[in-house]
């Protein structure tokens, strides 16, 4: 059972910055063998890939779009992967999701279709 939880969203400025967290309530497996995602809906759109991070934070992969703004990381002691956000934009906004997928490899998917489970999302809203 993986359970994942979403936190640090909010109404921010242009420019700004916000981290992100997400918390796995991982029984069964250990976090460390969950690669992790991080995606984003904004309303009428589609769900983008945003971030993603290997088992053990030694590979990660960025959409086009916040390549240079935004950092994936994880604390594997803690059950938890972070997405610093920064110099946010106003289309920035949108419902944050994390992901997890069971993956010991180098391979990170950045498709969700390849990610079985899913956090509940956190808004993040960026004001011009």
């Known amino acids: 059972q993986v359970q994942l939880v979403e936190s640090g969203g909010g109404l921010v400025q242009a420019g700004a910055s916000l981290r992100l967290s997400c918390a796995c309530a991982?029984?069964?497996?250990?976090?460390?063998?969950?690669?992790m995602g991080w995606f984003r809906q904004a309303p009428g759109k589609e769900r983008e890939f945003v971030a993603a991070?290997?088992?053990?934070?030694?590979?990660?992969y960025y959409g086009d779009s916040v390549k240079g703004r935004f950092t994936v990381s994880r604390d594997n002691a803690k059950n938890t992967v972070y997405l610093q956000m920064n110099s946010l934009k106003p289309e920035d906004t949108a419902v944050y999701y994390c992901?997890?997928?069971?993956?010991?490899?180098?391979?990170?998917?950045?498709?969700?279709?390849?990610?079985?489970?899913w956090g509940q999302g956190t808004q993040v809203t960026v004001s011009s």
């Open positions: 991982c029984s069964g497996r250990t976090f460390s063998t969950y690669a």
């Open positions: 991070i290997n088992w053990s934070g030694g590979r990660t």
């Open positions: 992901a997890a997928v069971s993956s010991s490899s180098w391979y990170i998917p950045s498709s969700d279709t390849e990610y079985p489970y």
